[in-house]
């Protein structure tokens, strides 16, 4: 039988999310671009739903294993030529150096796969490489406990995009609602599946 899902969260009626999401979408001042790997799409715990519901401007693209230059219509990534890739590591620039003229107008480019996908997608986009890296200190160890983190400064999707508007608006209390709503998915899946499975299902699970 067919579960019947929540036609603006796209969850599963017991578990919709919209109470939790703030009533009105937080307008943030950067455009926001999610290319998602079609393997994240239907994680129960995908946060970037919760992005493209809570933010004014937040558009989500369903990629794949191929090169992203080879799934992106060609208007999207004109578009997208000039976006700030958030994206950890040596190569990346921390956010609080940035002047806020270098970022104005700036769309911001993420990538929703697990880490290991993710690096991969880098590496077989010479489009992808070519975009300036932007990356940031997480002041407290990420609040999304549920999938290993191979270092302690990567975070969860959204919790990245909330850091990322939050300290280029200078601002972070505004996305605060957001977080709460990314919250009591956890607590819902947790309540859902028990303390022990979930620890089993998602703590322990691999990466990929
Ligand atoms: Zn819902």
Redesign the pocket.
């Known amino acids: 039988m067919k579960r019947i899902s929540?036609?603006?969260?796209?969850?599963p009626l017991p578990a919709?999310?919209?109470t939790a999401l703030p009533q009105y979408a937080i307008a943030n001042r950067w455009p926001v671009h999610i290319l998602q790997h079609r393997q994240e799409q239907d994680h129960a715990l995908n946060t970037a739903r919760i992005a493209v519901l809570g933010l004014g401007q937040c558009q989500l693209h369903a990629v794949t294993d191929a090169p992203v230059e080879d799934t992106l219509p060609a208007a999207l990534r004109a578009e997208l030529d000039h976006a700030l890739l958030i994206y950890p590591g040596p190569q990346s620039r921390d956010i609080a150096e940035l002047e806020s003229d270098e970022a104005r107008t700036r769309p911001l480019l993420l990538l929703d796969a697990s880490w290991r996908k993710s690096r991969r997608l880098l590496l077989t986009s010479p489009w992808l490489q070519t975009l300036p890296r932007i990356s940031f200190d997480l002041q407290a160890p990420s609040r999304y406990r549920i999938r290993r983190e191979p270092e302690k400064n990567y975070s969860s999707s959204l919790e990245a995009l909330c850091t990322v508007l939050g300290r280029l608006e200078h601002d972070e209390q505004k996305y605060a609602p957001l977080l709460a709503a990314m919250d009591a998915m956890i607590e819902q899946q947790i309540e859902h599946m028990g303390e022990v499975k979930f620890r089993r299902n998602y703590l322990l699970a691999q990466d990929d």
């Open positions: 929540c036609m603006r969260c796209h969850r919709c999310l919209c």
